[in-house]
């Protein structure tokens, strides 16, 4: 029943800005920490930001510190990923992931590392010249 869906992907050119959505819809996002990551083919998945569930706290992995920036509109049950200064090594699948949020708000500062449960399908993003 819980559903996450990314948008706003595409092709670029070194150096420029994507904005990339997350839809979430069978559940209420208000009560969820939500992750975004990436995947290069033949390479690991990458943790790129994540969020708390009230927006409070935000994380960045350091390869995307300065460029990017994670948000979240509870009342659209919303999440954004604002890409800026776009590199060819960000190209990648970008996903975005939802997991409960935790008792304690305050262990939502390690959400970098949290098991997320719920997952998106994916968007792409091409960086190229």
């Known amino acids: 029943q819980l559903q996450l869906v990314e948008s706003g992907g595409g092709l670029v050119q070194p150096g420029g800005s994507l904005r990339l959505s997350c839809a979430a819809s069978g559940f209420t996002l208000d009560y969820y920490t939500i992750g975004w990551f990436r995947q290069a083919p033949g390479k690991e998945r990458e943790r790129v930001s994540c969020?708390?569930?009230?927006?409070?706290?935000?994380k960045y992995a350091d390869s995307v510190k300065g460029r990017f920036t994670i948000s979240r509109d509870n009342a659209k049950n919303m999440v954004y990923l604002q890409m800026n200064s776009l590199k060819p090594e960000d190209t990648a699948v970008y996903y975005c992931?939802?997991?409960?949020?935790?008792?304690?708000?305050?262990?939502?500062?390690?959400?970098?590392?949290?098991?997320?449960?719920?997952w998106g399908q994916g968007t792409q993003v091409t960086v190229s010249s």
């Open positions: 992931a939802a997991v409960q949020r935790p008792r304690l708000t305050v262990l939502q500062a390690m959400c970098m590392t949290f098991e997320y449960d719920n």
């Open positions: 969020i708390s569930s009230s927006g409070g706290i935000t």
